[in-house]
């Protein structure tokens, strides 16, 4: 199957996963496009082809003759969409040998270059977008679909030197639970790359440390004619909150290895608010001065209001896994030398976010991230390069060949 045909096939399956679901997988429609992965390794005449009661796909393109001593190298993407938007219904348009200018949407909806000028770098590529009412799914069905076309190369041709290679496929990354119950032992990857990422050439080892805030806040509520010294208005406590927060430590004021605390849900009512947090940092040491000053916030406002006013659940997801991935360089150099092999100029830099690698690489299983050539992740404005994909794919087989030398 062809990478464009596979990567159209994938994003017509809904798989958006949810925050408030205590399952896991965290829906039940990510295991039908996990079970349609498994069926098409066998397909492909895959060995050691499972998916086990959580939803983790696992298979191995067997190594060629004489590479059965090279190290295990694994491929690892997750399937499930952001639950920001809509994964449902998706109908992705192709522009081939796009002209560099704005793209329509739809009638209402542009996609202009002013507000994305990484688009300048498209021309000439073929893009494909949304049309404006869902997500792509290009995160990450775009690695999922360079992977699996990769694999079906390797198994179609034999001649090709390479040592095992496991591919592994996961629910729940956009939820931040994709490999809670990850059996790295099973996988059997000496190392193994994510192919998550998005600008083509990026290759990362460093992300976010990251940890969650869920602030409650109790009220009390009074007839607004009578409330004087007497109403605590819960929704003035969230609002307090988050002027105590800095300002310029917003995801919008910051970039490259700054971090930042970010509001990314407020419910409330007079009686009852609930404000949730992501708090990231690179730096470890950054990371938990701004836990420590989140607890000072709610300490204040404690002190303020009542401690029974005012609760905070803070609880670290993951960690930067660069002190994880440095003791292994060949892992990085490899990987630059496969780029450099595809024609792709190499952008190492930081994750502003996390990945499954990340907490791999701290269960044992070096990952660093590699490019999908997906843009705009978790909106409307999503988009990935058909032409960058198959750079992609092509990194994944000059992987494979390095890794047997």
């Not at 499930?80 to 809509?86: F, K, L, N, V």
């Not at 999908?372 to 060949?401: D, P, W």
Request: aromatic share 10%.
């Amino acid at each position: 199957m062809d990478l464009k045909e596979r990567f159209l096939k994938y994003v017509s399956y809904d798989t958006q996963s949810s925050e408030e679901s205590t399952t896991f997988p965290s829906t039940e429609k990510q295991k039908v496009l996990l079970a349609a992965l498994r069926d098409e390794m066998e397909a492909l005449g895959m060995t050691e082809v499972t998916m086990d009661q959580y939803g983790y796909v696992m298979g191995t393109v067997p190594a060629s003759k004489g590479c059965e001593n090279a190290p295990v190298i694994g491929f690892i993407a997750h399937v499930d969409t952001s639950p920001d938007m809509s994964g449902k219904e998706v109908k992705p348009r192709v522009i081939d040998e796009y002209d560099g200018g704005d793209i329509a949407l739809n009638g209402q909806l542009t996609m202009r270059v002013a507000d994305f000028p990484e688009l300048a770098f498209f021309k000439g590529h073929t893009l494909i977008h949304t049309d404006g009412t869902t997500l792509l799914g290009a995160d990450d069905k775009a690695g999922v679909a360079e992977i699996m076309t990769a694999a079906e190369y390797l198994m179609a041709h034999p001649e090709v030197k390479h040592g095992k290679i496991r591919i592994g496929f996961t629910p729940d990354e956009e939820v931040g639970r994709g490999v809670d119950f990850f059996d790295v032992k099973a996988f059997g990857a000496d190392f193994a790359y994510t192919v998550d990422g998005g600008m083509e050439g990026e290759l990362e080892y460093e992300n976010f440390n990251a940890a969650s805030a869920k602030v409650e806040i109790q009220g009390r509520n009074v007839h607004p004619g009578y409330a004087k010294n007497k109403m605590i208005n819960a929704i003035d406590v969230a609002c307090e909150l988050q002027g105590l927060l800095p300002a310029s430590q917003r995801p919008q004021f910051t970039e490259g290895y700054e971090g930042f605390y970010h509001c990314v849900g407020l419910n409330g009512t007079v009686e009852n608010a609930s404000v949730s947090y992501i708090i990231r940092d690179h730096d470890a040491e950054k990371f938990e001065q701004k836990k420590v000053f989140m607890w000072a916030a709610v300490d204040l406002l404690k002190k303020k209001y009542g401690d029974q006013v005012v609760t905070l659940t803070l609880k670290d997801q993951y960690y930067n896994m660069r002190k994880m991935v440095e003791p292994h360089p060949q892992v990085i150099d490899k990987a630059l030398k496969a780029m450099e092999m595809a024609g792709v100029k190499p952008l190492v830099r930081p994750i502003r976010g996390g990945t499954d690698g990340a907490r791999l690489s701290f269960m044992g299983l070096p990952c660093p991230n590699l490019f999908t050539g997906g843009m705009n992740f978790h909106g409307k404005f999503e988009y990935c390069s058909l032409t960058t994909m198959r750079k992609a794919q092509q990194v994944i087989l000059n992987l494979a060949v390095l890794w047997s030398e």
